[in-house]
C-alpha cells in the first residue's frame, strides 16, 4: 500500500465575490482505505488528427482507477477532443465526447475501467500529450 | 477576470523514488487566450437517490464552447460513492473525499452531467455532493 495524494485548488474573480476551494484526499482503492499502489506516467507525441486509443481499459488490472491528462501546448489553436467508450475493432468507435484539453488544460477524474479513454488531436502538428494513471 | 484550477498529485512511496506532480492552468475561452468569465458558484447537494440525477443540464450551444467541471462526494465515508455519467456513458466514481475536474463539451442537450448514489441506502445518510461550473456562454457575452 502507497499514500499518494491530489489537491485541488480553484481561484476564481470572476463574480464580485471571489471564489477559493482546496480539497485533498488519498487515492484509496474502491470503497476502502487502503492506497493505490500502482501508477503508470506517460508522454507521447501525436501527430495525426485519428482519434488514439490513449488509455485502454486492458492497461489497467483493477475497477477504479484515477486519471490525469494535460495539454502541455501553449497553442491556444490547438487542443484534444477527449472520449470514453468502446473502442471498435482497430478503431475507437461509439465514444461519448467529454471535453477539449485546451492549451494548457488539465483533467482530473475517476476512472470505472469499463471503457478505453481516447483523444483526437486538433492537428497534424506535432502534439504532445501526457498522463498519469493511478490504481 | 481570471480563474485558476491547481493540481497537485504527491507520493513518497508509491514508485522507487519520491512522485510530485503539480499543474496549474488559467481557464480560457475555446481556441483563445481570453479567461472564462461565467461561473455557476459553487453548489451543494444531499443525494439521497440510487437512480440517475442531473446534476448539470447540457446546453447545445456550449459545443464548441468551453466548459470546466468541478465535483466532490463530500462524505467522510469511504465506501459510499457517486456513479458520474455524462449522456448515460459512466465516467467513474467518487468515493468519499474524490473529488474530479474535467472540461464539459456538451456536445448535445443529452449530455447532461448525472450523479447517482449508486450503494446508498436509508441507513447510510445522505451524500453530500459540491459542484461548480465555469463556462463561456453565447448568449450571455460578459467579457469584451
Redesign the interface.
Known amino acids: 500500500m502507497a499514500t499518494t495524494n491530489a489537491t485541488i485548488g480553484l481561484a476564481s474573480d470572476v463574480t464580485d465575490s471571489s471564489l477559493s476551494i482546496s480539497n485533498s484526499t488519498q487515492l484509496n482503492t474502491a470503497g476502502t482505505t487502503t492506497g493505490v499502489n500502482t501508477m503508470t506516467s506517460v508522454t507521447k507525441v501525436l501527430a495525426s488528427t485519428d482519434q488514439v486509443d490513449l488509455i485502454t481499459t486492458s492497461s489497467v488490472s483493477t475497477t477504479h482507477a484515477y486519471v490525469y491528462i494535460n495539454n502541455p501546448s501553449t497553442d491556444e489553436t490547438k487542443y484534444f477532443t477527449v472520449t470514453i467508450g468502446n473502442a471498435g475493432a482497430g478503431s475507437p468507435t461509439d465514444t461519448e465526447e467529454i471535453g477539449r484539453l485546451y492549451a494548457g488544460d488539465f483533467m482530473w477524474m475517476p476512472w470505472d475501467v469499463d471503457d478505453d479513454i481516447c483523444v483526437t488531436p486538433s492537428s497534424s502538428d506535432d502534439m504532445t500529450v501526457e498522463y498519469m494513471v493511478f490504481s | ?15 522507487g523514488d519520491p ?1 510530485s ?1 503539480s ?1 496549474i ?4 475561452k ?4 481570453n479567461d ?4 455557476s ?2 453548489n451543494r447537494v444531499h443525494l439521497r437517490s440510487t437512480a440517475n440525477k442531473v446534476l448539470l443540464a447540457a446546453n447545445a450551444e456550449g459545443s464548441d464552447l ?3 467541471v ?1 465535483i ?1 462526494n463530500k462524505s467522510d465515508d ?2 459510499l ?1 457517486l ?2 455519467t ?2 448515460a ?7 468519499g ?9 456538451q ?1 448535445d442537450i443529452h ?1 447532461n452531467i448525472e450523479v447517482a448514489a449508486t450503494n446508498w441506502t436509508s441507513s447510510t445518510g445522505d451524500i453530500p455532493v459540491e459542484y ?1 461550473l ?1 463556462h463561456e456562454d453565447t448568449d450571455f457575452l460578459t467579457n469584451a
Open positions: 477576470m481570471a480563474t485558476t484550477a491547481t493540481l497537485t498529485l504527491a507520493s513518497a512511496d508509491i514508485a512522485v506532480v499543474k492552468a488559467t481557464l480560457t475555446a481556441g483563445s487566450t472564462l468569465d461565467q461561473s458558484g459553487l468551453a466548459a470546466k468541478y466532490i469511504a465506501s460513492y456513479t458520474v455524462i449522456n456513458q459512466t465516467i467513474g466514481k467518487l468515493y473525499g474524490d473529488f474530479l475536474f474535467i472540461p464539459w463539451s456536445t449530455a461548480a465555469f
